[in-house]
C-alpha cells in the first residue's frame, strides 16, 4: 500500500477539521453497510462474508492514510500512530485471508487482537486530537474497541463461534464516527 503523504494537502485547522468530518462520515456510512451485509452472510464464511471480513481493515487503512494526509499540521505523535495503523489494519486484512480458511474461531481471533490494537491507536490519537471537539467518542470507540477485542478473543477460543458480533462491533464504532463528525469544532471555536 503507497503511503505517500501529498505535500497539497489542507495544512489549515479548519481544513483539517472539515477532512476529518468528510473522513469521518464515510466511515460511519461504510460500517453501516458493512455490517447490514455481514449480518446477513455472517452464518457461513462464504465468498461474500469473507470478502467483507478482509475489505473490513484495508478500509481501514486507507482511511488512516487519508487522515494523514489531512492531518499534515496535526502533531508528530498523530502521524506516528496512523502509521502503525496503517500497518497494523494491512497485516490484519493478509492475516484475515489466511484465517478464513480455518474458520470462524481463528477469524474471531485474529479480528480481536486487531480490535485491541487499533483500539488503543485509536484512543491516543483521540486523547491527542481532544482540543478538536468530538474525540470523547473516538476515545470512548477506542476504549470499547480494546474491551471488544479481548471478548472476540476469548469467544474465539471457544466451540459454535459466530460472526454476528462482529457487524455490531462494526456498527457501534460507525456511530461514533458519526457522533465526532457532528461534534467536530470549526477552528478558533472553543469547547
Known amino acids: 500500500?503507497?503511503?505517500?503523504?501529498?505535500?497539497?494537502?489542507?495544512?489549515?485547522?479548519?481544513?483539517?477539521?472539515?477532512?476529518?468530518?468528510?473522513?469521518?462520515?464515510?466511515?460511519?456510512?461504510?460500517?453501516?453497510?458493512?455490517?447490514?451485509l455481514l449480518f446477513a452472510t455472517a452464518d457461513t464464511l462464504g465468498p461474500l462474508s469473507v470478502t467483507l471480513l478482509v475489505l473490513y481493515p484495508l478500509f481501514d487503512a486507507s482511511c488512516a492514510v487519508a487522515d494523514m494526509r489531512s492531518a499534515r499540521a496535526d502533531d508528530s505523535a498523530v502521524r506516528r500512530r496512523l502509521y502503525v495503523n496503517i500497518a497494523l489494519s494491512t497485516l490484519t486484512g493478509i492475516a484475515l485471508a489466511v484465517a478464513v480458511a480455518s474458520g470462524n474461531s481463528a477469524v474471531l481471533q485474529v479480528w480481536g487482537v486487531w480490535a485491541i490494537t487499533a483500539g488503543i491507536t485509536q484512543l491516543i490519537v483521540g486523547s491527542v486530537r481532544r482540543q478538536m471537539g468530538g474525540q470523547w467518542a473516538m476515545i470512548a470507540s477506542g476504549a470499547i474497541s480494546t474491551v471488544a477485542g479481548a471478548s472476540f478473543v476469548a469467544q474465539g477460543g471457544k466451540d459454535g463461534a459466530t460472526l454476528t458480533n462482529l457487524a455490531g462491533y462494526a456498527f457501534l464504532g460507525g456511530v461514533f464516527f458519526l457522533i465526532s463528525a457532528l461534534r467536530l469544532k470549526p477552528a478558533g471555536r472553543k469547547i
Open 1 to 36: 500500500m503507497d503511503t505517500f503523504v501529498d505535500d497539497t494537502a489542507p495544512t489549515t485547522p479548519t481544513s483539517v477539521t472539515v477532512a476529518l468530518r468528510k473522513l469521518y462520515l464515510l466511515r460511519f456510512a461504510f460500517a453501516t453497510v458493512w455490517a447490514a
